[in-house]
């Protein structure tokens, strides 16, 4: 079983920054990507973006595509997702995820943090 933990969302005005944390623990071992998603109130999930544990390669939806950095700090075993240039229509709840294998459902998920962003 793999726990996750996440951080750092908050409020914050159109164009501004916020980074998001996801802590990982319990059987980090059989981690293969993690990914971040989110949920915007009436919307479905969405992918956002996810990473290669071991080899970092990262991927990302169009809609945040060079605003969105996602990186991962193996030894803490902690997720980022650095969002620059924030807009209005990435108020969501942002989700972290883990699966123990490429290609398949994400198994485990964290709560949940909230990030709005004003206008």
């Known amino acids: 079983q793999v726990q996750l933990v996440e951080s750092g969302g908050g409020l914050v005005q159109a164009g501004g920054s916020l980074r998001l944390s996801c802590v990982a623990s319990?059987?980090?071992?059989?981690?293969?990507?993690m990914g971040w998603f989110r949920q915007a109130p009436g919307k479905e999930r969405e992918f956002v973006s996810s990473?290669?544990?071991?080899?970092?390669?990262?991927y990302y939806a169009d809609s945040v595509k060079g605003r969105f950095t996602a990186s991962r700090d193996n030894a803490k075993n902690t997720l980022y997702l650095q969002m620059n240039s924030l807009k209005p229509e990435d108020t969501a709840v942002y989700y972290c995820a883990a699966r123990a294998r490429a290609y398949t459902d994400y198994n485990y998920w964290g709560q949940g943090t909230q990030v709005t962003v004003s206008s």
């Open positions: 990473i290669i544990w071991s080899g970092g390669n990262t």
């Open positions: 319990g059987s980090t071992f059989s981690i293969n990507s």
